[in-house]
């Protein structure tokens, strides 16, 4: 029998060390990938601009350079139509691929998303009574549909929180099941107004798939506070939720406070979801898929998951929304479409070849 | 003067993309939906429209929908009012 000891016997096995700094360069790869990505969307669309002109463009927006060379209808078509978008498609991405990794954290389950306390469902109740409200959502010098979809979301969950708690805790499958229950609750409202109100209809479908045709800098400047709280607040949390990956009563024991730790983690994560929901309506499949797939490439360290899940669901729902508007020129897919139909087969190739459970709990 | 969605990409209701539209770079627009909340001024404000010529020089025009959308005899009408707003000069 062989006793590990020093440090030659303990280095073997011992899983690679993962700090902030030796994850550096692996981030900063990520950020450049995003970056590109945003870059080769942005000069992409039905009207052609060189990327020339495009990058002319963007840089003429900084502050002390000109550029000058290009045309007004290209820079409203760069700056105004196309730049919110992508910057848009890449913040709700990044919140809903964070979110969801911080969701299947504290449930400790593979299954969990964002939407899994009723954000989606809540926000939908809220969309779909501005929408079918006698006055037209156009006569507000600011859309009140972002507001109205981010307290529904909010409601929802504080709801599914304060209905699960049982003696001033608040157990997982209790939290999961209330969730559950305010979702269809949602849902079923949301159907029923749809079909009461048909003239309107069309304009709930319509937010209720999501997408980024309306996107502009307000809608940028409503989702951005979020997603930099949610970042600064989940981050570092990272490594109380590798702990509370074991057993919830060994996670106590080792000193964590699991309560506070899930109240903070869900909060966070529930907030930046709805604000991205407000914004965007709902979009599929980020975030479930985007942490397992970084999960499956990565290892399950929330060290690193939680950095370039939000860098890989920003790189993903650009790419998605890209495709979105490009593929009929006529007529826009809605992107909840194309991030299943393109992203499923991708994930189950990585789920394939992964050569790892894609759910180990341990890092 | 020519109908930006006049080839319609084969389609009957041909919707296109807003940069389509900034690129053509239309010198009027008719709406005929403000009914459902798309107006004058909602137009005007939309972010990057004021670069379309139809915007700059004010010249956003709404038809009723009833007389212009309708395969009827007031369609004659209609085709009165679209002549005003193209080619105001010719009713002075």
């Known amino acids: ?41 942005v000069s992409w669309g039905t009207v052609h601009i060189s990327p020339v002109t495009t990058a002319g463009i963007l840089l003429d927006h900084l502050p002390l350079i000109d550029t000058g060379a290009y045309s007004r209808s290209e820079d409203a078509i760069i700056w105004d139509i196309r730049a919110p978008r992508v910057v848009l498609a890449g913040l709700v991405g990044a919140a809903l691929a964070l979110s969801g990794a911080a969701y299947q954290a504290v449930f ?65 499958a209790s939290l999961i099941l209330a969730g559950v229950a305010i979702s269809s609750v949602g849902t079923s409202v949301v159907t029923y107004l749809m079909l009461t109100f048909n003239t309107r209809t069309l304009a709930i479908l319509n937010w209720v798939l999501g997408g980024f045709n309306t996107a502009n800098w307000t809608d940028v400047a409503i989702a951005t506070p979020y997603l930099v709280v949610a970042a600064t607040v989940l981050l570092p949390h990272a490594r109380v939720l590798n702990v509370m990956q074991l057993d919830e009563d060994q996670a106590r024991q080792l000193g964590v406070h699991v309560e506070r730790t899930r109240l903070i983690v869900l909060a966070t994560a529930s907030l930046a979801t709805a604000a991205a929901v407000s914004v965007s309506g709902l979009i599929g499949f980020v975030g479930l898929v985007v942490p397992h797939a970084v999960r499956l490439l990565f290892g399950p360290d929330y060290r690193r998951l939680f950095p370039l899940s939000a860098l890989g669901g920003a790189a993903f729902l650009i790419v998605a929304d890209m495709a979105a508007r490009s593929i009929d020129p006529a007529f826009e897919v809605p992107i909840g479409v194309i991030t299943a139909i393109v992203g499923a087969p991708f994930f189950l190739l990585l789920l394939r070849r992964a050569g790892r459970p894609a759910f180990a709990l341990a890092p | 003067m020519r109908n930006i969605a006049g080839d319609g990409g084969g389609q009957a209701y041909p919707q296109l993309t807003q940069e389509a539209i900034i690129s053509a770079n239309p010198d009027v627009i008719v709406l005929a939906d403000e ?32 007389i212009i959308s309708r395969p009827g005899p007031r369609i004659v009408d209609a085709l009165e009012q679209l002549a005003r707003f193209i080619y105001p000069d010719r009713f002075s």
Request: glycine share 8%; no cysteine.
């Open chain 1, 1 to 41: 029998m062989q006793i590990a000891l020093g440090p030659a016997a303990a280095h073997d096995d011992a899983p690679a060390l993962v700090t902030w700094r030796t994850q550096l360069p692996l981030l900063g790869a990520g950020l450049a990938l995003v970056l590109a990505v945003a870059l080769v969307a």
């Open chain 1, 108 to 172: 400790r389950n593979p299954l969990a998303e964002p939407y899994l306390l009723g954000v989606a469902a809540g926000a939908s109740v809220g969309a779909t009574l501005v929408l079918i409200s006698p006055v037209a959502v156009t006569a507000w010098a600011v859309s009140p549909v972002p507001p109205a979809a981010f307290a529904g979301a909010v409601i929802a969950v504080a709801l599914a929180y304060s209905l699960a708690r049982v003696n001033g805790a608040v157990p997982a």
């Open chain 2, 35 to 66: 009914e459902f909340g798309v107006t004058i001024e909602s137009v005007k404000q939309r972010p990057g429209w004021d670069a379309i010529a139809a915007v700059q020089n004010d010249r956003i025009y709404s038809i009723d929908p009833d």
